[in-house]
């Protein structure tokens, strides 16, 4: 990339800085130093052991970043409630530490007024329905203390919705699934198929009475991963309003990717690590692995494909950017870190992408999003009471 393409991008990121969907810097914490920010500095570089540390959002051009309050399904009713709200109170310590540098956001207009003061907006989204524990409270009050987005599943099925990498047991969504779409929309939740089925997706969108997004995915006609979106479904996003916000995990993207990482977290599990161990014995464990098999890279063209496709499809107003940094141990070259998106601007400038289109999946795509679900909740609040829907009822044998 020439150095007059990289200063074009970094300029455009100056002004209309990247809406990051997801970053999971919130677990990586966790496992690295059970959330201690003095142990784990993230005014310091923390370049050997994660993707993210403030310097490098700046770096990158970031302006808002949606840190993912994830917990694996591993973990289960009041278990996964009670991670979920770690997670977020590391979210919110993490805000006061650095108060220079980041800014709480609750909505599109405190993403606006963050960025305006120099400060990256932060938003939070809660990844895996299970999180709730089928509760409409607990939805209600993850709302209530910040969360902006819940991703319907996480990599196994909930009972009220089917994943993406799980066996089909809901046919999308049940009674009780349609429901927590609905009481999204009244909050003002963003409703995020990312992770789920294909008929979860179509299933979401026909209910939704909001914008929903995709937080991390990629095309499904680019690289044939369960994860991806189908072309149907990109088709439907501009009467939905949606958003896709394209991700940068290899095997999600490079099709020659995906036998290797299923070798590569084999050969981890072998020598007794989870595959996404980021502990110093952990990462020896997976350098030794590509020392003897060299991994198939993409590369930040590889992105792009994925984004002319999915802009072919959707619409420039559809698309946005969703890194999944610090959720996955393998990178795409070029964006290694959070530093690296002027890399991916300066490639579609040269594709021929215009500012003012890029500017939209930077930044005012997920901004529009975000204001429209809060339009939506405005609206259903005035005749719509809370939900107090059960599983038992709706899916239940009666």
Aim: glycine share 8%; with cysteine; hydrophobic share 40%.
């Amino acid at each position: 990339m020439t150095p007059e393409l990289i200063e074009r991008a970094r300029a455009l990121l100056r002004t209309a800085p990247v809406v990051d969907g997801h970053n999971d810097l919130p677990w990586a914490m966790r496992t690295l130093s059970r959330y201690d920010l003095d142990a784990v500095d993230l005014a310091a570089d923390q370049s050997d052991r994660l993707h993210t540390d403030l310097a490098r959002l700046r770096a990158g051009g970031v302006g808002a970043q949606f840190w993912s309050v994830f917990v694996p399904a591993s973990l289960a009713g009041d278990h996964a409630v009670s991670a979920t709200l770690e997670q977020i109170d590391f979210v919110r310590m993490l805000v006061d530490r650095y108060p220079d540098r980041l800014r709480l956001a609750l909505s599109a207009a405190d993403m606006e007024a963050a960025r305006a003061d120099g400060r990256i907006a932060s938003l939070l989204g809660a990844e895996g329905g299970h999180s709730i524990d089928c509760s409409m409270a607990t939805l209600r009050a993850l709302y209530e203390l910040g969360v902006r987005y819940l991703t319907l599943t996480h990599n196994d099925n909930v009972p009220w919705a089917d994943s993406a990498t799980d066996e089909p047991k809901a046919g999308g969504l049940t009674a009780f699934g349609r429901e927590v779409v609905r009481e999204m929309n009244r909050l003002g939740m963003l409703v995020d198929l990312s992770h789920v089925s294909p008929d979860t997706m179509r299933a979401a969108i026909a209910v939704s009475e909001a914008p929903v997004i995709f937080s991390h995915s990629s095309a499904r006609a680019v690289c044939d991963h369960p994860r991806n979106i189908p072309d149907d479904v990109l088709t439907s996003l501009p009467t939905n309003g949606g958003v896709a916000m394209v991700t940068f995990v290899p095997k999600f993207v490079l099709p020659e990717a995906i036998s290797w990482t299923a070798a590569a977290d084999e050969h981890m599990r072998a020598h007794g690590f989870d595959p996404f161990d980021s502990t110093p014995a952990g990462l020896e464990c997976r350098r030794a692995h590509e020392a003897t098999h060299p991994r198939p890279e993409p590369t930040v063209a590889t992105i792009a494909d994925h984004l002319d496709h999915m802009r072919e499809l959707a619409g420039i107003d559809h698309l946005g950017i969703g890194g999944d940094f610090d959720g996955t141990p393998f990178v795409t070259r070029g964006l290694d870190d959070v530093s690296g998106y002027p890399n991916l601007v300066a490639e579609l400038l040269r594709r021929g992408w215009s500012e003012p289109d890029i500017a939209k999946l930077t930044w005012h795509n997920a901004v529009r999003v975000l204001r429209a679900a809060e339009d939506v909740a405005r609206d259903l609040r005035r005749t719509r009471r809370p939900s107090l829907a059960t599983i038992d009822r709706l899916d239940g044998d009666g």
